[in-house]
């Protein structure tokens, strides 16, 4: 079965640049959330959406951060402009309702120099 | 200045022993909690799950035992292998939370052979 798929894998990047994520949920699940992982903050949930509609946004960090979910299929998370403090490793997870376990993709390792 | 990042507990286990990680969680009405493995460079992977109505569930090697009156979870593994190494999260899911999930710190699981 095809689990959470994030891409790229890796980004590196000057800062001020426009960073895209991208995420596909796995078939199936209507809910969908972004993460940040760093040494710092430890796990921190960004936002998330139920069946496309972002219910929950109170932990993007700032109005650089964006996401949109167009479809059940697709999800991204934008960051414009970026700066150096928004390097982490970024997750994307998906479940299929309340009392399901999130399924995470493997992150998109990103570094703004 | 030095770069503190959060000080992960840290469990060390002869192969083959069992070992235990616990978690203290802090909300009373979360009523679902999710153990998580998550290995370098990789994202969280779905271990296990206990709905709050039970106080024991068992998987393939693992354990989760949950304490309601002192809000506290734990997860058994038997038989430790090299391949258990990893960070170890609990998670719950408030009642009225939606589908969101609050994360414990970690824990370090080591492995010595």
């Known amino acids: 079965d095809a689990g959470v798929i994030q891409s790229p894998r890796h980004e590196v990047t000057e800062m001020g640049q426009e960073v895209t994520l991208r995420c596909k949920p796995i078939?199936?699940?209507?809910?969908l959330f972004w993460y940040r992982q760093t040494m710092m903050r430890g796990l921190e949930l960004l936002i998330y959406?139920?069946?496309?509609?972002?219910?929950?946004d109170s932990g993007m960090p700032e109005d650089r951060f964006s996401a949109k979910m167009p479809n059940a299929s697709f999800s991204t998370l934008k960051i414009q402009p970026s700066e150096p403090r928004d390097s982490a490793v970024y997750f994307c997870a998906s479940s299929y309702n309340r009392n399901q376990p999130q399924h995470f993709g493997d992150g998109t390792r990103l570094s703004i120099l | 200045g030095e770069n503190v990042g959060l000080h992960l507990p840290t469990l060390s286990v002869q192969e083959g022993d069992n070992s235990i990680i616990n978690c203290a969680y802090s909300?009373?009405?979360?009523?679902?909690f999710i153990w998580y493995k998550q290995e370098s460079g990789k994202g969280p992977q779905f271990i296990i799950d206990?709905?709050?109505?039970?106080d024991k569930r068992q998987g393939q090697r693992v354990t989760v035992l949950l304490n309601k009156t002192v809000k506290h979870l734990s997860l058994q593994i038997a038989a430790t292998q090299p391949g258990d190494s990893a960070v170890y999260f609990c998670?719950?899911?408030?009642?009225?939370?939606?589908?969101?999930?609050?994360f414990g710190t970690g824990t370090q699981l080591k492995v010595e052979l």
């Open positions: 078939s199936g699940h209507n809910s």
């Open positions: 959406f139920n069946n496309n509609v972002p219910i929950d």
């Open positions: 206990i709905r709050s109505n039970m």
């Open positions: 909300n009373s009405a979360s009523d679902y």
């Open positions: 998670a719950e899911n408030p009642r009225g939370g939606g589908n969101k999930l609050t």
